[in-house]
C-alpha cells in the first residue's frame, strides 16, 4: 500500500503532542535515562510530534480495528509480525473479491508453516475516515479468530512511527517533527521509568519487522514484537542455547498452537532464572517455549507482552521506546485439557510501578479498556469499565454483548443473560450476540430458545461467516446433528485450506454417523482427518462408529481398541466395543465395557438407542 502522508491528513484527524523535557529521569538507575540528560534543552522544547489515533478493541488476546470494505463494516487484527496486509478466502469470497497470482518469490510463512496465497484488490478500503482506493491484499492462511477478516500488518504500520498501547484500546501512527531526531520519544512516561533498546532488521528477509534484543538467563536472544501472536513463546533452539528445555526440571506439557501455516506447533511452559529486555528484568519466572522455526527470530513477543507495555518504535530513530503497564508480562495459560501445573505468571520485578493512565473520556474509551483489561484476566475492573461504557452510550449494542461475556467469567449468568437480551433488542441481527445467548441458554437447558438463537444467526450471518463453526458445534450439544451438519457444509465450502478442517472434518463426520446417513461420505471425512493425525483417540472413535455403521465391526474394533489405548475414558469408544462384542458372542466383555461407559456417561445407552446404535 503506497501511501502518502499528505492524503492522510487530508482525511484522519491528528493531535499534536509537545514532548517535555523530563529531568526528573536523574535518579533512575540506567545509563540510557542518564544519557538522555546530556542533551541539550533545546532538543526536548523544539519536539512536536503529530499522532493519528486508531481505536483498538481487545477480543480475548486478538487486537482488532475496524475498517469496511465496500460499505461492509469488518474487523481486522493488527498484526505487527505480518510484512503484508492479508485477508482470509473465505473473506475474499464472501466480498467477491477478484484473486490473481502471487508475483514470483512472494510465499508468506509462520508459525503453522508456510500458507497457500494469492493476491486481491479492494476497490474501496475506508479506515476511521479515510478511504483507500485498490489496496492489495494477499490471500490465504487461516482463520485469526475472534470473527476478524484478515491482518493489518507492517505495510500499513510502517508509514511513520507507531504506538502501541494496547491496555488503553489504542494504536497511534506517529509523525515526529524535525527536531525530533535526538529526542526520548516515550512522551508519556513523565518522570516514570523507561527503557529504550535498538530496534533491528531482519537479516534475511527484506521486511520491516520489529526486532529487538532481550536475555533469557542472560543468554541473548533475538526477540521480534508480534502483536498477532496471542502469546509470547520462546524457539525451542534458543531454549536449548539457554536452558529451560522439554524434558528439564519443572518444564511441563502446555498444549498445541497453530500459526498461518498448516501444521500446529507443540508447546512447554518453562522454569527461566530471569528474563530481561531493556532496564526490565523478570527474576525466577517461566516462559512458554514452542518449536517455531523463523527466520532470525528467536522469541516472538506476543500481545500478552504488548497489554502489560506501552509501546513506540521509532523507525526514524530506529529505536524502541517502552513503559511497563503493570500486570502479568507473559499469558502462561494453557488450553483446555492439556496438562499443566500452576505457576506464577510473571510479573516486572525491577519495574514495580503500575503506569496510571489518564482515565477514558467517552464510552468508547471506557470500552476499549475494559476490552484489554478482560483479555488480561483483570474481569473486576473490566466490568467497572464496561458499566461506565453502557451508562454513557445505552445505544450500543456491543457495549452490553461486551459485560455479558466479562459476567460470565465471574459466574454472573444472569446478570450475563441480561445483558445479551439488552444488546439484542438494541441490534437483533448481532450474530456474536445469538451465539453468545444461545450458549448461555443450552447451559441453562432451555432448548428451544438455543434454537430459536441459532435459526435467527443462520438467517443473518454470511455463508462464510466463521462464526458457522460455533453454530455447529452448539446444534450438537442440542443433539440435532442434521442441523449442525447444514453448519459444518457451509464453513468446509470456505475454508478448505484451514488449519483447523482436520478438527471439522471429524465433526462433520460425527454428524453423520450419528444420523446413520451418506454413510460414505463421513467415511471419507474420517479418513481425511485419521490420515492428518493418526494418534487422535477422538478422530479413530469417530471412524469406529462409521464402520460400526456400516456394518465391518472387525475395522470398527481396530478402530475402538486404538482410541481407548490412547484414551481409555472415551464413553462412545467403550459403549460401541461393547455393541460388537455382544454380537460376536462375547457377552460377558460386552456388557462390561457397556458398564464402563455408562460410568463416564450415564445417558449413553438411552442416546444411542435413539439413533439406533444398539
Same mark, same amino acid.
Given at each position: 500500500?503506497?501511501?502518502?502522508?499528505?492524503?492522510?491528513?487530508?482525511?484522519?484527524?491528528?493531535?499534536?503532542?509537545?514532548?517535555?523535557?523530563?529531568?526528573?529521569?536523574?535518579?533512575?538507575?540506567?545509563?540510557?535515562?542518564?544519557?538522555?540528560?546530556?542533551?541539550?534543552?533545546?532538543?526536548?522544547?523544539?519536539?512536536?510530534?503529530?499522532?493519528?489515533?486508531?481505536?483498538?478493541?481487545?477480543?480475548?488476546?486478538?487486537?482488532?480495528?475496524?475498517?469496511?470494505?465496500? %460499505?461492509? /463494516?469488518?474487523?481486522?487484527?493488527?498484526?505487527?509480525?505480518?510484512?503484508?496486509?492479508?485477508?482470509?478466502?473465505?473473506?475474499?469470497?464472501?466480498?467477491?473479491?477478484?484473486?490473481?497470482?502471487? @508475483?514470483?518469490?512472494?510465499?508468506?510463512?509462520?508459525?503453522?508453516?508456510?500458507?497457500?496465497?494469492?493476491?486481491?484488490?479492494?476497490? /474501496?478500503?475506508?479506515?476511521?475516515?479515510?478511504? *483507500?482506493?485498490?489496496?492489495?491484499?494477499?490471500? !490465504?492462511?487461516?482463520?485469526?479468530?475472534?470473527?476478524?477478516? !484478515?491482518?493489518?500488518?507492517?505495510?500499513?504500520?510502517?508509514?511513520? %512511527?507507531?504506538?502501541?498501547?494496547?491496555?488503553?484500546?489504542?494504536?497511534?501512527?506517529?509523525?515526529?517533527?524535525?527536531?525530533?531526531?535526538?529526542?526520548?520519544?516515550?512522551?508519556?512516561?513523565?518522570?516514570?521509568?523507561?527503557?529504550?533498546?535498538?530496534?533491528?532488521?531482519?537479516?534475511?528477509?527484506?521486511?520491516?519487522?520489529?526486532?529487538?534484543?532481550?536475555?533469557?538467563? %542472560?543468554?541473548?536472544?533475538?526477540?521480534?514484537?508480534?502483536?498477532?501472536?496471542?502469546?509470547?513463546?520462546?524457539?525451542?533452539?534458543?531454549?536449548?542455547?539457554?536452558?529451560?528445555?522439554?524434558?528439564?526440571?519443572?518444564?511441563?506439557?502446555?498444549?498445541?498452537?497453530? !500459526?498461518?501455516?498448516?501444521?500446529?506447533?507443540?508447546?512447554?511452559?518453562? @522454569?527461566?532464572?530471569?528474563?530481561?529486555?531493556?532496564?526490565?528484568?523478570?527474576?525466577?519466572?517461566?516462559?512458554?517455549?514452542?518449536?517455531?522455526?523463523?527466520?532470525?527470530?528467536?522469541?516472538?513477543?506476543?500481545?500478552?507482552?504488548?497489554?502489560?507495555?506501552?509501546?513506540?518504535?521509532?523507525?526514524?530513530?530506529?529505536?524502541?521506546? *517502552?513503559?511497563?503497564?503493570?500486570? @502479568?508480562?507473559?499469558?502462561?495459560?494453557?488450553?483446555?485439557?492439556?496438562?499443566?501445573?500452576?505457576?506464577?505468571?510473571?510479573?516486572?520485578?525491577?519495574? @514495580?510501578?503500575?503506569?496510571?493512565?489518564?482515565?477514558?473520556?467517552?464510552?468508547?474509551?471506557?470500552?476499549?479498556?475494559?476490552?484489554?483489561?478482560?483479555?488480561?484476566?483483570?474481569?473486576?475492573?473490566?466490568?467497572?469499565?464496561?458499566?461506565?461504557?453502557?451508562?454513557?452510550?445505552?445505544?450500543?449494542?456491543?457495549?452490553?454483548?461486551?459485560?455479558?461475556?466479562?459476567?460470565?467469567?465471574?459466574?454472573?449468568? *444472569?446478570?450475563?443473560?441480561?445483558? *445479551?437480551?439488552?444488546?439484542?433488542?438494541?441490534?437483533?441481527?448481532?450474530?456474536?450476540?445469538?451465539?453468545?445467548?444461545?450458549?448461555?441458554?443450552?447451559?441453562?437447558? %432451555?432448548?428451544?430458545?438455543?434454537?430459536?438463537?441459532?435459526?435467527?444467526?443462520?438467517?443473518?450471518?454470511?455463508?462464510?461467516?466463521?462464526?458457522?463453526?460455533?453454530?455447529?458445534?452448539?446444534?450438537?450439544?442440542?443433539?440435532?446433528?442434521?442441523?449442525? $451438519?447444514?453448519?459444518?457444509?457451509?464453513?468446509?465450502?470456505?475454508?478448505?485450506?484451514?488449519?483447523?478442517?482436520?478438527?471439522? $472434518?471429524?465433526?462433520?463426520?460425527?454428524?453423520?454417523?450419528?444420523? !446413520?446417513?451418506?454413510?460414505?461420505?463421513?467415511?471419507?471425512?474420517?479418513?481425511?482427518?485419521?490420515?492428518?493425525?493418526? /494418534?487422535?483417540?477422538?478422530?479413530?472413535?469417530?471412524?469406529?462408529?462409521?464402520?460400526?455403521?456400516?456394518?465391518?465391526?472387525?475395522?470398527?474394533?481396530?478402530?475402538?481398541?486404538?482410541?481407548?489405548?490412547?484414551?481409555?475414558?472415551?464413553?462412545?469408544?467403550?459403549?460401541?466395543?461393547?455393541?460388537?462384542? $455382544?454380537?460376536?458372542?462375547?457377552?460377558?466383555?460386552?456388557?462390561?465395557?457397556?458398564?464402563?461407559?455408562?460410568?463416564?456417561?450415564?445417558?449413553?445407552?438411552?442416546?444411542?438407542?435413539?439413533?439406533?446404535? /444398539?
Amino acid at each position: 500500500m503506497q501511501l502518502r502522508l499528505a492524503n492522510l491528513r487530508s482525511f484522519l484527524d491528528f493531535q499534536p503532542v509537545v514532548v517535555a523535557c523530563l529531568v526528573a529521569n536523574i535518579g533512575a538507575p540506567s545509563v540510557l535515562f542518564l544519557s538522555t540528560l546530556l542533551l541539550p534543552i533545546s532538543v526536548w522544547a523544539k519536539c512536536q510530534i503529530t499522532t493519528v489515533e486508531l481505536p483498538v478493541i481487545m477480543s480475548g488476546s486478538r487486537p482488532l480495528v475496524t475498517a469496511r470494505i465496500d %460499505d461492509a /463494516e469488518v474487523n481486522f487484527v493488527l498484526d505487527s509480525g505480518s510484512f503484508f496486509n492479508m485477508i482470509t478466502p473465505a473473506a475474499a469470497e464472501q466480498f467477491k473479491l477478484p484473486h490473481r497470482r502471487a @508475483p514470483k518469490g512472494l510465499r508468506v510463512e509462520g508459525v503453522g508453516g508456510r500458507a497457500d496465497i494469492y493476491v486481491t484488490s479492494v476497490k /474501496e478500503f475506508r479506515l476511521t475516515k479515510t478511504v *483507500f482506493p485498490n489496496v492489495d491484499f494477499i490471500v !490465504g492462511g487461516n482463520e485469526p479468530g475472534a470473527n476478524a477478516v !484478515g491482518l493489518l500488518g507492517q505495510k500499513f504500520l510502517t508509514l511513520a %512511527d507507531v504506538e502501541y498501547d494496547l491496555g488503553n484500546g489504542a494504536f497511534r501512527l506517529v509523525y515526529p517533527g524535525d527536531d525530533c531526531e535526538k529526542a526520548n520519544l516515550a512522551y508519556w512516561a513523565g518522570s516514570k521509568p523507561y527503557s529504550e533498546i535498538e530496534l533491528e532488521r531482519p537479516r534475511r528477509t527484506s521486511t520491516n519487522l520489529t526486532y529487538g534484543a532481550a536475555y533469557v538467563n %542472560d543468554v541473548k536472544v533475538r526477540v521480534a514484537f508480534d502483536t498477532g501472536a496471542p502469546m509470547s513463546i520462546l524457539s525451542l533452539q534458543a531454549a536449548e542455547r539457554a536452558g529451560p528445555v522439554p524434558g528439564g526440571e519443572g518444564v511441563v506439557p502446555a498444549g498445541n498452537l497453530h !500459526g498461518i501455516g498448516h501444521k500446529e506447533i507443540q508447546t512447554w511452559i518453562a @522454569p527461566v532464572r530471569n528474563f530481561r529486555i531493556g532496564d526490565e528484568q523478570i527474576k525466577n519466572t517461566h516462559l512458554r517455549v514452542g518449536d517455531i522455526d523463523l527466520p532470525d527470530i528467536d522469541m516472538l513477543l506476543g500481545a500478552d507482552f504488548f497489554l502489560s507495555h506501552r509501546i513506540y518504535v521509532a523507525n526514524g530513530q530506529e529505536k524502541i521506546y *517502552f513503559t511497563y503497564n503493570g500486570g @502479568p508480562a507473559f499469558d502462561l495459560s494453557v488450553p483446555q485439557g492439556a496438562s499443566h501445573q500452576a505457576t506464577e505468571s510473571g510479573h516486572v520485578e525491577d519495574m @514495580p510501578t503500575e503506569e496510571q493512565s489518564a482515565a477514558p473520556t467517552d464510552a468508547k474509551g471506557y470500552a476499549r479498556r475494559g476490552a484489554a483489561r478482560a483479555s488480561r484476566r483483570d474481569f473486576e475492573r473490566a466490568l467497572a469499565d464496561l458499566t461506565r461504557a453502557c451508562e454513557l452510550d445505552p445505544g450500543v449494542g456491543k457495549y452490553f454483548l461486551l459485560r455479558g461475556q466479562i459476567r460470565l467469567h465471574l459466574g454472573q449468568q *444472569f446478570l450475563a443473560m441480561s445483558d *445479551f437480551n439488552e444488546a439484542l433488542r438494541l441490534n437483533p441481527d448481532d450474530v456474536d450476540a445469538r451465539v453468545a445467548r444461545a450458549r448461555l441458554h443450552i447451559a441453562g437447558h %432451555d432448548a428451544q430458545s438455543a434454537r430459536a438463537d441459532l435459526s435467527v444467526a443462520d438467517n443473518v450471518a454470511a455463508s462464510q461467516a466463521n462464526s458457522r463453526l460455533d453454530m455447529a458445534y452448539l446444534y450438537l450439544r442440542l443433539d440435532l446433528p442434521d442441523a449442525a $451438519l447444514g453448519q459444518f457444509n457451509q464453513w468446509i465450502a470456505s475454508h478448505d485450506q484451514d488449519v483447523n478442517l482436520k478438527m471439522v $472434518l471429524n465433526s462433520r463426520c460425527w454428524a453423520r454417523a450419528l444420523m !446413520g446417513t451418506e454413510l460414505d461420505k463421513a467415511l471419507e471425512d474420517c479418513d481425511a482427518a485419521v490420515k492428518s493425525k493418526p /494418534e487422535s483417540a477422538q478422530y479413530l472413535d469417530s471412524r469406529g462408529l462409521v464402520y460400526l455403521r456400516l456394518g465391518e465391526l472387525d475395522k470398527a474394533l481396530d478402530d475402538y481398541k486404538s482410541a481407548l489405548r490412547i484414551n481409555p475414558k472415551i464413553a462412545w469408544s467403550l459403549y460401541g466395543r461393547g455393541i460388537i462384542r $455382544l454380537r460376536k458372542g462375547e457377552t460377558e466383555a460386552g456388557n462390561a465395557d457397556i458398564a464402563a461407559a455408562k460410568a463416564i456417561y450415564p445417558s449413553i445407552v438411552s442416546d444411542a438407542k435413539r439413533y439406533g446404535i /444398539e
